[in-house]
């Protein structure tokens, strides 16, 4: 009897459940790329890598050679246990995350960050943070997210985006939930002195109360817009950006582009497939990149199309 799919390449990955380095490999069918790990204590698991073997063949076309950074640390153990741009890393950092805060004002069960209770950074921390990432990019970081938490409940905000400016990133980024932004317009009027090169990360997940209970638990839609109505009238560049989960606001991404369409401060719209971090579960089948290009198409009555995008030409995966 023939196998129900077609193995493509053997890779090294961590197992699931206890989390050791083990071997794996990557093998695809009708049904889309998945990977297939092979643990000796927690058996066979198997995950789904993208939903559109099509798309997921078509990355390598893009690739392009990688771009240096300087060497942090030394190979010891192997990856992905030497993390910190040792010899191995292949590709440097695009875009450069500090997470400012462990606070928050929301509970998201997703939580990558794990964020709720905790400390802020220190402004010489901070200092120090941006001065590593600029000097592992040869003096030469672009792109410098600053990030939490939620950064805008840092009470040095202000300072830590001017510090971020007098250092020479070329473009800031605040990734927020909005609600600061939503409530306090004299802090608006102060983000919108950062003319140029900086923009609001804002975390929006649909049009209706009913999604942001699911993934925020908290009736947020009114919230979000007053937040989008006072970045519009300060002229502050803002991305939409949702996260994207089965079942919860898959079919709201056509929707959630219109609004973005019709907004005059939306510069863009970001989706993320949802990832398994901290508090979070993980569900039989997540949604991929593909798979959303694909429910775009459907929703936007091909008016965007799959085809129109294509993989990032910096890979930046990383098999382990």
Not at 51 to 60: A, F, T
């Amino acid at each position: 009897m023939n196998r129900d799919y077609i193995y493509h390449s053997h890779t090294r990955t961590l197992c699931s459940k206890c989390e050791k380095l083990i071997d794996g490999k990557i093998i695809y069918n009708e049904k889309g790329v998945f990977i297939q790990k092979q643990c000796p204590v927690c058996g066979e698991q198997t995950e789904i890598l993208e939903e559109d073997y099509n798309y997921h063949l078509l990355k390598p076309k893009y690739d392009k050679q990688g771009t240096t950074s300087t060497v942090q640390t030394k190979v010891d153990s192997g990856c992905p246990y030497d993390c910190g741009l040792c010899p191995s890393h292949d590709q440097h950092t695009c875009i450069g995350i500090i997470e400012i805060t462990k606070r928050c004002n929301l509970n998201c069960e997703m939580c990558f960050a794990k964020s709720g209770e905790g400390k802020d950074l220190s402004l010489e921390k901070i200092n120090e943070m941006m001065d590593f990432y600029m000097n592992a990019e040869n003096g030469k970081a672009e792109i410098l997210q600053i990030s939490g938490g939620e950064p805008t409940l840092h009470q040095d905000i202000i300072k830590i985006v001017q510090m971020a400016r007098d250092k020479g990133f070329k473009y800031v980024m605040i990734n927020t939930n909005g609600l600061r932004i939503a409530q306090d317009e004299e802090f608006v009027r102060e983000l919108s002195e950062f003319k140029g090169g900086f923009e609001i990360y804002l975390q929006f997940d649909g049009l209706s109360d009913e999604i942001y209970e699911k993934l925020r638990l908290k009736k947020l839609l009114e919230i979000k817009k007053k937040a989008i109505a006072n970045l519009s009238k300060y002229n502050i560049p803002t991305t939409l950006v949702a996260t994207v989960e089965n079942g919860v606001n898959d079919k709201a991404l056509g929707e959630i582009l219109s609004f973005g369409m019709n907004e005059n401060g939306v510069r863009g719209v970001n989706f993320q497939p949802i990832s398994y971090y901290g508090k979070a579960a993980p569900d039989t089948h997540r949604i991929t990149l593909s798979g959303v290009l694909g429910r775009i198409e459907n929703q936007t009555n091909s008016m965007i199309k799959q085809s129109d995008f294509l993989p990032l030409p910096c890979n930046v995966e990383k098999k382990v």
